[in-house]
């Protein structure tokens, strides 16, 4: 029998602290807690990655490549990333919050792809589900990036054609997201040795979550 491990009694003591009315069982594991200390705490070794790619793939200058992606890549993790799992969480709580159970192999898939954002507390499934929701938001998080990094460095190298400009953005982020998911993975799994990196980004997590949660509460309550 798996034990629930270091991250959930995490999750559930600053649940407590956070909404005293709230029950743990009741609210949820908001996976943005999950991802976002890693690709936060990444954000330097990744600018370096894509723009390392830029300049031996397509030979942009060093640090007119190190400012696009720098610029690129702080608007779409520090700012773009929240605001997309913030959107997607909404929605998951206006249309699809309600827990339906594991009992088939459907309402399984249905709980870590459309209830990815914010997983229902099953708990003694959250040691699978937490690794599979990471990778089925890794697919809106990468489109978000691609997104917003491609007009970013489309402005910063404006003389680069713009197919080049595509093509470097989208190979960046998709060995940028494959490094990032495996470190989300590997701590959501072994929680009890990246403690120390959930328990520093706790307050700026349960921030965005608690306004999710409040939106929510407020949309319902409108």
């Known amino acids: 029998m798996r034990k629930r491990g270091v991250l959930n009694s995490v999750f559930a003591a600053l649940l407590v602290v956070l909404w005293p009315t709230q029950v743990f069982a009741n609210a949820g594991l908001p996976m943005v807690a999950v991802y976002l200390p890693p690709a936060w705490l990444g954000l330097i070794p990744i600018i370096a990655i894509e723009a390392a790619l830029g300049v031996w793939r397509f030979g942009v200058p060093p640090r007119r490549a190190f400012l696009a992606q720098?610029?690129?890549?702080?608007?779409?993790?520090?700012?773009?990333?929240?605001?997309t799992w913030?959107?997607?969480?909404?929605i998951e709580m206006f249309f699809f919050g309600s827990a339906i159970g594991l009992n088939s192999p459907v309402r399984r898939v249905y709980a870590?792809?459309?209830?990815?954002?914010?997983?229902?507390?099953?708990?003694?499934?959250?040691w699978w589900?937490?690794?599979?929701?990471?990778?089925?938001l890794t697919v809106p998080?990468?489109?978000m990036s691609v997104l917003v990094e491609y007009r970013v460095v489309r402005r910063l190298v404006p003389d680069l054609?713009?197919?080049?400009?595509?093509?470097?953005?989208?190979?960046?982020?998709?060995?940028?997201y494959v490094m990032l998911l495996v470190v989300v993975i590997?701590?959501?799994?072994?929680?009890?040795?990246?403690?120390?990196?959930?328990?520093?980004?706790?307050p700026i997590s349960w921030l965005i979550s608690g306004v999710v949660f409040w939106l929510a509460r407020l949309g319902v309550g409108g």
């Open 70 to 83: 720098a610029v690129a890549n702080c608007l779409s993790t520090l700012v773009g990333l929240p605001l």
């Open 86 to 90: 913030m959107v997607l969480a909404l």
């Open 112 to 126: 870590v792809t459309v209830q990815s954002p914010w997983l229902i507390p099953y708990e003694r499934d959250l």
């Open 129 to 136: 589900m937490i690794p599979a929701s990471a990778i089925v």
């Open 141 to 143: 998080f990468y489109a």
């Open 161 to 176: 054609p713009q197919p080049v400009v595509r093509s470097w953005v989208v190979r960046a982020n998709v060995v940028s």
């Open 186 to 202: 590997a701590a959501s799994v072994r929680s009890e040795a990246f403690t120390w990196m959930f328990s520093a980004f706790a």
